[in-house]
């Protein structure tokens, strides 16, 4: 039942960030209605479009706000193929997200060294010292892999360092919603 919790909980939450980091890949409805209509708006020290090796970097204290939408890194690259993003790389100490999900939800909010996100593959992931958190639930790991088709979250930690482990922080207020929302279990 916890795992089946956790995995409904992480599913609510990755896709805003799996979306979010996509810069104008189309969204879904995990971000406010009006996020994708909004311009996106960019800040950083420098910028760089290379065309002929398909990318474009912001350097340096890069801002970036789409909506509801807010992401904050020390580097943000964008491959493209002709004018499609295929895949996205945010960088900081840490970089991080937030975005509001729905109205009158409170905003999604996830950080890593590394975010990275990999259109064709249609998966995010988050890499060293990886948090997200949502109403309250909180996970942490080395690293948090979401495949979007497949809608199966993966958290990992550095199996070498024994102080590196996957948390989850889960309100007992959740466990007690979660509980009469999905009835009794099930016999075996």
């Known amino acids: 039942m916890w795992r089946a919790f956790m995995r409904k909980r992480l599913e609510r939450l990755l896709p805003a960030l799996a979306l979010a980091i996509g810069l104008g890949i189309p ?3 995990w971000a406010l209605p009006d996020d994708r209509e909004q311009p996106i708006r960019i800040e950083a020290d420098e910028a760089l479009r290379d065309e002929k090796q398909g990318f474009t970097r912001y350097q340096g204290n890069v801002r970036m706000d789409q909506g509801s939408l807010h992401i904050e890194a ?3 690259t964008v491959y493209h193929d002709d004018k499609e993003a295929d895949r996205v790389l945010a960088t900081g100490n840490p970089a991080k997200l937030q975005q509001q999900p729905e109205v009158d939800k409170p905003p999604i ?3 890593a060294d590394t975010i990275e996100y990999f259109k064709l593959e249609e998966r995010v992931q988050l890499r060293e010292n990886a948090y997200i958190e949502q109403d309250g639930s909180i996970v942490t ?3 948090i ?3 979007m088709n497949e809608q199966l979250v993966k958290a990992g ?3 070498n360092s024994e102080s590196s482990r996957v948390k989850v922080i889960i309100p007992a207020g959740a466990l007690n919603q979660e509980e009469e929302t999905s009835g009794p279990p099930a016999s075996e």
């Open 109 to 111: 909010k996830a950080s």
């Open 141 to 143: 790991g080395d690293s």
């Open 27 to 29: 969204t879904a409805t």
């Open 74 to 76: 020390e580097q943000l």
């Open 157 to 159: 930690s550095d199996k």
């Open 145 to 147: 892999d979401y495949l």
